[in-house]
């Protein structure tokens, strides 16, 4: 089910016919040559993580054959980029950009509109191109992955951490314009970034941030790095997770590295979930504990082992409660139904008196347990999180795909203060759900100072249509059902941007409104990924592209 042979050979990019295609890719060929364009026109491949395709969605939830673009290009250079982007606007074919195109459970390579031309920009332009010892900071063409820019620093010796998603692979500017987290101190990486080079959808190339006035002679601003907001509107924010540019170039800042200690925390009452966050509300918010910790459902104990869930389950529907219980405490902890994985930074002194309080404070919970690293298996998880929470980039991550045939996931991720009523109302409806869809329960949540990114995921056989077809359904009732509560996602992926666009509707979609002048304004031929997040120009707007 993985690869077979291609139903319809080439998909067309909308309103084009094959003639005006093939003259338009003679023209996009003249400009990045035989070798910088590519059909999409042979059987689809979903790999794996490390070979992930540009061709689709890896981690289909649809027809694999759905969601395709219809030729991949690979600039090399940013007046390539800005070429290409003419090129778009001349023979009006909708382009989709992408950094590396990992971006798994989201829509990974995937164009939102079927016959896109996808840019790859990562491919070509994979440069750290600057790593600041003094100021801690870094710029990086797209095709950086974390695993590259972790090398660069360890081979020129700088003491300074990169932070991480859970799995190292996916590219640094990438992960940061969609918004995604990591688990250091740094963990938000839009917040830790600092200054752009943007191609906007009219070819023109932009600097934003302090990177606008020009340095001594031509040089980049000494700045660029040091301050985010510089002088006037703050334009940032509008080239994340919209398409109203291609983002060429990227500064963040780095960690210092510094002294750190990872522990774990078991509970062992599943009911104990509002007890467990209102413990850690005060803490987050008076950022003792250091960094963006987790608090897992113990179903992930079993599966970050790597075995199928076949080893503790063969029954139809969500495995109970009580099966997970039973396999969790086979395990290391004994019995334990909520992890929660969190580090403390700074010298010994002020790690072990943090410790302290927090341990004081987590025993509060009954039977709840306290662990160091020192204190478990030396293949336990704590191991792999101590990395990803000091900076080393990791694929261990991947054992839990180990769990179904075919496993790939989607994720949930609503936002709710950290406040135990609020969490556990979402908490309820996903529980609920999921059981009614026949999903095995997977709740994250990663803790800020005063919210949770709830990350759920939904772990299916892509090779099932069947499962596919209740994963969409699942996912369309959890948006939903949480939006009526109050609570909405900080990311979604792309076959439901318009469901959770639409969620943002206060004042009659005066956000979506006030998003589409923009839209309007800066790519009037509505080239640059159109359905990207729920934006669409207005050349597809009302005719049937909103799902
Ligand atoms: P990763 O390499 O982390 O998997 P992607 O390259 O897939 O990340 O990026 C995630 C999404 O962000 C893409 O699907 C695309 O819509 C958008 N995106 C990625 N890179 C750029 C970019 N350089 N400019 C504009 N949008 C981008």
Redesign the pocket.
């Known amino acids: 089910p993985l690869s077979k042979p291609r139903q319809a050979p080439l998909r067309l990019p909308p309103d084009t016919s094959r003639e005006k295609f093939d003259a338009a890719i003679v023209a996009l060929k003249k400009v990045l040559g035989e070798k910088g364009v590519e059909l999409n026109d042979k059987p689809l491949v979903d790999g794996w993580y490390m070979e992930?395709p540009n061709t689709h969605d890896a981690y289909h939830i649809v027809d694999q054959e759905e969601m395709v673009c219809s030729a991949i290009a690979y600039p090399s250079t940013v007046p390539e980029v800005q070429e290409i982007v003419r090129w778009a606007n001349e023979f009006k074919i909708p382009i989709?950009?992408?950094?590396?195109?990992?971006?798994?459970g989201?829509?990974?390579?995937?164009?939102?509109v079927p016959g896109s031309v996808v840019?790859d920009?990562?491919r070509n332009m994979n440069k750290v191109l600057k790593l600041d010892a003094n100021n801690a900071s870094c710029i990086v063409e797209?095709g950086v992955?974390y695993f590259k820019l972790y090398e660069e620093i360890k081979k020129q010796g700088l003491p300074l951490w990169v932070d991480t998603?859970d799995l190292g692979?996916?590219?640094?500017?990438?992960?940061a314009?969609?918004r995604?987290v990591g688990y250091t101190p740094y963990g938000d990486h839009f917040a830790n970034h600092c200054g752009m080079e943007?191609?906007l959808p009219n070819g023109e190339l932009l600097r934003t941030g302090m990177g606008a006035l020009p340095g001594k002679d031509g040089a980049d601003n000494p700045t660029w790095g040091s301050f985010q907001n510089a002088f006037g509107p703050s334009v940032d924010g509008i080239?994340s997770?919209?398409?109203f540019?291609?983002?060429?170039k990227?500064g963040f800042w780095l960690m210092p590295d510094t002294g750190h200690q990872s522990y774990l925390v078991t509970f062992k009452r599943e009911d104990d979930f509002q007890k467990i966050v209102e413990t850690i509300r005060p803490l987050a918010l008076k950022r003792i504990i250091g960094n963006v910790p987790q608090l897992r459902h113990s179903i992930q104990e079993l599966a970050i082992t790597g075995k199928p869930r076949s080893t503790w389950y063969t029954g139809s529907g969500p495995m109970p409660r009580e099966v997970i219980k039973d396999g969790v405490s086979k395990l290391f902890f004994g019995e334990c139904a909520w992890v929660f994985y969190g580090t403390q930074y700074g010298d010994p002194d002020s790690i072990s008196s943090q410790l302290a309080l927090i341990k004081s404070e987590f025993a509060k919970i009954p039977g709840s347990k306290f662990y160091l690293p020192s204190d478990v298996p030396k293949d336990h998880y704590l191991h792999q999180r101590a990395e990803v929470c000091s900076g080393v980039p990791s694929l261990k991550d991947l054992e839990w795909l180990n769990w179904k045939p075919n496993a790939a996931h989607l994720f949930f991720a609503p936002i709710t203060p950290t406040d135990p009523k609020a969490a556990y109302t979402v908490h309820s409806i996903i529980e609920r759900l999921y059981e009614k869809w026949g999903f095995d329960i997977w709740p994250t949540l990663c803790f800020a100072g005063r919210e949770i990114h709830y990350i759920s995921v939904v772990v299916y056989d892509r090779g099932n249509e069947e499962e596919k077809r209740r994963a969409r359904c699942l996912m369309r009732e959890m948006i939903a059902e949480t939006a009526k509560e109050g609570f909405g996602e900080y990311r979604t992926h792309?076959l439901f941007a318009d469901q959770v666009a639409q969620t943002y509707g206060w004042n009659n979609q005066a956000l979506m409104r006030f998003n589409e002048t923009l839209k309007d304004a800066l790519d009037p031929n509505g080239i640059?990924?159109p359905g990207?997040?729920g934006i669409w120009p207005k050349n597809y707007r009302g005719k049937g592209w909103e799902l």
């Open positions: 992930h989709y950009p992408i950094s590396m195109g990992r971006n798994i989201y829509g990974g390579a995937a164009p939102r840019v920009l990562g797209p992955s998603p692979g996916g590219s640094v500017l990438g992960n314009i969609d995604g943007v191609v080239f997770q919209s398409n540019g291609i983002v060429v990227m792309l640059l990924a990207r997040n």
